[in-house]
């Protein structure tokens, strides 16, 4: 019939067609979702299976699961509530699993390869949808099966998240025992989660302020051990050290410019106050960066390198301001929220700053935002000091007074969760999260 | 599964039943020649073979062609022979004779001349016998066609008027049922808004919350995100399948999206069981 029609009209009732199809289509439920919750992910982290002692004691799925739910993004399933243990993929029940409230699973094992070496294989399952998300392995030396684990959170961590894990970085701090005049000053590099901690230096005069270099080879930091504050660049892996400023005054607050070539320090002359200065590392050249009787220090570079955050009392009280490395440039205030805001921090993206800001009568971390210039404070303590951001800008770490006691704590970007490192009986002050390794 | 069916086939018929009265409808129109009968038009029926009759009647039938007029031969006869004495002279006879001879021979010679004469003459009046009649012809055929040049015109003018009326009451219709198509096309929405107004939006807004609760927003889930999700449910609320649509987030926060889907499984129930639907569109956009 409708090959009688004209053309036109083969068209029109085409059309038709297509008018009165939306509205059939209309029998599907339309839902919009607007919001989410930040609840930790669910996951099972099953112990890994390990063949004639080839983890070397360390309990891989253990040190996962603290390093995730440290990040206070995940709730792992208590052992106690595991009907079985499978170590790989296809042995994994996975309606088992789903019913018991885990989103994810992970399996795995611990294998000796000979000649010292060991292979640490899991797999991450998708206990919802069935799916396999990953099946990495790592290798190394039986000393190396507990940054296996870290390897393993990181690849969890960034598969569930999207965000790169920083399990496997490290950190430094300072860790001071005993009391004046017989001190014990320790530059102590560990793993991010504080374990196989290791002093690189010693003193029985204060050591200051580490930073790590850009490639995670390095750290710069200030030690009075010729009885005056002096600036030294030492390789982490060999103890090689240099001194690169110990003039006359002030020699502090050492901080890397993302290309690793200089150093942001700040000195100051017997007779004059303390200023921010560039110091070139290759040609030992030093170029003033700041002016001006008020006390600059705490140097520290923008992401880009272009501009430099420190601390100044220029305006009367402690604040923050962003001055740029060309000649002439003239220095911004940048914090406002309160009267006391120092130590700034820039985080890894470059999009915030972490300072200690005063609160009342407490001084805590604030984050302020650099698009909009909102902060937002993230610890609760009564004396927070020295922030420091994740290479993966999720956490920052820095230290509180816990029990008469300096301690190291960790809190979310977010706000969201917070915890402590464990502490031993020294103090432990001034931490710094190390880069990305390479 | 019945009770889900019934509304589902209802809703398919009264749309088959509402296209194929419009298409139906339409056609009709659009079939030519337009049925005159069928449409209001203030118009007179007008046949061809009236038409020709009206136009015999005003018009006298065109002229034959007049028969070609025959000319008399104007053929001469030849003069009768002269008589002559018997003795006078045989030789004046015999030069009579020759003489006559002679003439006869001219005047026969004369007359073909003058019978070839006669012949061109008659020919030559033929010939303009023959052009004025085809003269005469062409007038009559000119005429004729002048005839019926007008009369097609006439004709057209006719036709083009009923045409045009028959169009726009075809364009009438059509505008009567495009409101048609509209007005029921309101009607559902209406139905629609009175069923959202009801047990649909509630049961929707559960499954919305359900789901939000459900959803574990990665990092990377900020305001601006917007992914669409095809959920299949069966009734008691099972989720079964999960289709990722559109979506301008990452891997982890896709991810988070299936997995809210079927976090949230078993969806609740509607409170009437007939509002059951087994197709969800889920949109994602977080607003902070």
Redesign the interface.
């Known amino acids: 019939m409708i090959k009688e029609?004209?053309l036109?009209?083969r068209w029109?009732?085409v059309l038709?067609?297509f008018?009165?199809l939306p509205?059939?289509a209309?029998?599907?439920?339309?839902?919009?979702?607007?919001?989410?919750?930040?609840?930790?992910?669910p996951v099972a982290i099953v112990p890994f299976a390990s063949t004639g002692g080839a983890d070397n004691g360390v309990d891989v799925a253990e040190v996962i699961q603290s390093d995730l739910e440290g990040s206070g993004r995940f709730k792992a399933m208590a052992r106690s509530a595991m009907t079985s243990t499978p170590s790989r993929a296809q042995d994994v029940q996975m309606a088992t699993w789903k019913a018991a409230g885990n989103?994810y699973v992970v399996v795995g094992r611990v294998t000796a390869l000979g000649g010292g070496q060991v292979a640490v294989d899991f797999e991450l399952l998708?206990a919802?949808?069935g799916q396999q998300?990953a099946n990495p392995r790592f290798t190394g030396t039986a000393a190396a099966v507990r940054d296996a684990a870290h390897r393993c959170s990181d690849v969890i961590y960034?598969?569930?998240?999207?965000?790169r894990g920083a399990f496997a970085t490290r950190i430094a701090y300072v860790s001071v025992e005993g009391s004046p005049p017989a001190q014990r000053y320790q530059l102590v590099v560990a793993d991010a989660d504080g374990a196989n901690a290791r002093v690189i230096l010693e003193s029985h005069l204060p050591i200051m302020s580490p930073a790590w270099s850009p490639d995670g080879q390095w750290l710069a930091y200030v030690s009075f051990e010729n009885k005056r504050s002096s600036i030294y660049v030492q390789q982490v892996s060999t103890g090689t050290r240099r001194l690169v400023s110990g003039r006359a005054g002030i020699n502090g607050a050492p901080a890397w410019s993302p290309d690793g070539h200089k150093l942001l320090v700040t000195l100051g002359g017997s007779a004059g106050t303390p200023n921010l200065y560039v110091l070139d590392l290759g040609t030992q050249q030093l170029t003033r960066l700041t002016e001006g009787p008020s006390i600059d220090t705490e140097g520290v570079y923008a992401a880009d390198g272009q501009s430099v955050y420190f601390t100044s009392d220029r305006s009367g009280g402690p604040q923050i301001y962003r001055i740029g490395l060309e000649p002439g440039a003239k220095p911004r205030r940048v914090s406002f929220e309160s009267a006391y805001n120092a130590r700034p921090r820039v985080s890894p993206d470059g999009t915030k700053l972490a300072m200690v800001t005063q609160d009342g009568a407490n001084y805590r971390i604030a984050v302020q935002d650099l698009a909009s210039g909102t902060e937002r404070i993230l610890s609760h303590g009564r004396l927070d000091a020295s922030p420091s951001f994740a290479p993966n800008g999720?956490m920052i770490i820095f230290s509180g007074i816990e029990g008469g006691h300096s301690i190291l704590q960790r809190v979310s970007v977010?706000g969201q969760t917070s915890q402590r490192l464990r502490a031993d009986s020294a103090d432990v002050r001034e931490p710094v999260w190390a880069p990305f390794a390479h | 599964m019945g009770e889900r069916w019934a509304p589902i086939g209802l809703s398919v018929l009264l749309h088959g039943a509402l296209v194929g009265v419009l298409v139906y409808g339409y056609f009709q129109f659009r079939r030519p020649p337009p049925p005159l009968h069928a449409l209001a038009i203030d118009a007179t029926v007008v046949s061809q073979s009236a038409l020709d009759a009206a136009h015999r009647a005003t018009n006298p039938p065109p002229p034959q062609p007049a028969p070609p007029a025959v000319a008399p031969p104007a053929v001469e006869q030849p003069p009768p022979p002269v008589p002559t004495t018997h003795q006078a002279a045989a030789q004046a006879e015999a030069a009579q004779a020759e003489k006559a001879a002679k003439a006869a021979a001219a005047a026969q010679a004369e007359a073909v001349q003058e019978q070839a004469a006669a012949k061109r003459v008659a020919e030559r009046q033929r010939a303009a016998d023959e052009a004025a009649r085809e003269a005469a012809q062409e007038k009559a055929a000119q005429a004729k066609a002048k005839a019926a040049q007008e009369l097609a015109a006439r004709k057209a003018a006719v036709l083009a008027q009923v045409q045009a009326k028959a169009a726009a009451a075809a364009k009438a219709q059509a505008a009567a049922s495009q409101a048609d198509l509209q007005r029921s096309i309101n009607a559902e929405e209406r139905l629609d808004a009175a069923r959202a107004n009801g047990a649909m939006s509630t049961w929707a807004a559960q499954i919305q919350a359900r789901i939000q609760r459900a959803w574990i927003r990665p990092p990377s889930a900020h305001a601006g995100l917007e992914c669409t999700l095809d959920v299949t449910q069966v009734p008691g609320g099972d989720v079964v399948n999960v289709k990722l649509g559109s979506c301008n987030g990452d891997d982890a926060v896709k991810q988070s999206i299936v997995d809210a889907a079927y976090r949230a499984s078993p969806l609740p129930a509607p409170s009437d069981p007939s509002l059951f639907e087994r197709n969800l569109e889920v949109t994602f956009r977080p607003t902070d």
């Open positions: 029609l004209p036109r009209a029109y009732a038709l067609c008018a009165v509205g059939l209309s029998a599907q439920l339309k839902i919009e979702i607007t919001s989410g919750v930040t609840d930790p992910v989103d998708n919802l949808t998300l960034e598969k569930i998240l999207g965000i999720a977010d």
